[in-house]
């Protein structure tokens, strides 16, 4: 947290940045959810951000700049769309992976030779990233910090700092509370690797399909749903691809509108604790906890990890989400929440 001194907010930036040119992990606050940082171009600190999560090596992280100038430390070939994107969304929710340069640590790309870059919108991590590259940037000159979710590995994202003290505690050096996310869910990621192929999205965000081709004049084609990380050839690895992902440790379902009540009553029927989200204006029978979300993808997202980790904590046996339309504008919220359902139990429920 922020310490009691005139400027507390400078005062933080410089301890981070101290920290994380010594290799410790910083987390902090994104437009999209709160990262878990760490100097990119040191693989000794990156290395600390898997033990910390408990991430597979091979799973790649994403490169938060200062700027698009800085692209170029970390990307070769960077083709003219990639630019265009830039100038058009950055700062701002996007992801584009890029072909690695040479001096890009293999433990960022999860030894791939595509990297994730990104600038962050959020003013604390703008300043932070300000800070860090007035301050020399990390190892080697190199300007990027090295931030996945602060979270465990595979689990709900968090998009506030007390998230992030009850995922990681002691294993981070500083946390830098900038308030509650505004976006709420992670960021779109855009494959833009191939030079002789045209764009992908690999990720579904808050930056949609059509936003992007709108800038880059050409249709955004989006990959299959791949299990396991994106394993099908010639489609890197990338952040948030597992099959369960955002998953809270309580058992989940997603069902129709025209479903829940049913669904509701035989989870009661059976004396199971009921945690139960929903979007619309329906009047369910009385459940363990009911959390309502605006009925609006915006609104939805940005309240929606905060609502599945307070359904998760309260002691349920089970949660049940209303599910959300299958339209386009919906596509990111519903990415998430489908991962999330399918990862939801693997870890025992401690009651609340």
């Known amino acids: 947290m922020f310490s009691g001194s005139p400027d507390p907010v400078s005062a933080d930036l410089a301890v981070a940045v101290r920290l994380l040119q010594a290799g410790e992990l910083v987390a902090f606050p994104t437009e999209t959810v709160y990262g878990l940082g760490a100097d990119a171009a040191d693989p000794d600190a990156v290395a600390r951000i898997f033990a910390a999560k408990g991430r597979p090596a091979d799973h790649p992280l994403i490169v938060h700049l200062p700027d698009a100038t800085y692209m170029e430390q970390w990307a070769r070939d960077i083709p003219a769309s990639a630019w265009k994107l830039a100038a058009a969304f950055w700062p701002g929710p996007l992801t584009l992976i890029l072909a690695r340069a040479p001096a890009v640590p293999y433990a960022v790309t999860g030894g ?12 604390l991590a703008q300043a932070l990233l300000r800070a860090y590259a007035q301050a020399g940037g990390g190892r080697g000159g190199l300007c990027g910090i090295a931030a996945p979710s602060a979270n465990r590995f595979g689990r709900i994202s968090p998009t506030d700092a007390a998230h992030v003290h009850e995922e990681l505690g002691d294993a981070v050096a500083l946390v830098l509370d900038g308030g509650a996310c505004e976006v709420g869910i992670e960021s779109t990621i855009l494959d833009l690797s191939r030079r002789d192929k045209p764009p992908r999205l690999l990720r579904p965000g808050h930056i949609t399909p059509e936003q992007i081709g709108e800038i880059i004049g ?3 084609g989006e990959s299959p749903e791949l299990p396991d990380g994106m394993k099908a050839a010639n489609v890197p690895r990338v952040s948030g691809s597992l099959d369960g992902h955002y998953a809270p440790r309580t058992a989940m379902r997603l069902v129709a509108s025209d479903g829940l009540i049913q669904a509701i009553e035989e989870t009661l029927a059976e004396k199971k604790r009921c945690g139960l989200l929903l979007r619309g204006p329906l009047t369910p029978p009385p459940v363990h906890l009911l959390r309502r979300l605006p009925n609006a993808p915006a609104g939805y997202a940005r309240a929606l990890y905060a609502a599945l980790r307070e359904l998760d904590q309260a002691g349920n046996d089970l949660i ?33």
């Open 112 to 123: 791939q030779e595509t990297v994730g870059v990104r600038v962050p919108a959020h003013p």
């Open 218 to 220: 050409e249709i955004i």
């Open 320 to 352: 049940l989400v209303e599910a959300v339309p299958t339209s386009p504008d919906w596509s990111a919220v519903a990415d998430r929440l489908r991962r999330a359902a399918r990862g939801a139990g693997t870890l025992p429920c401690n009651r609340g």
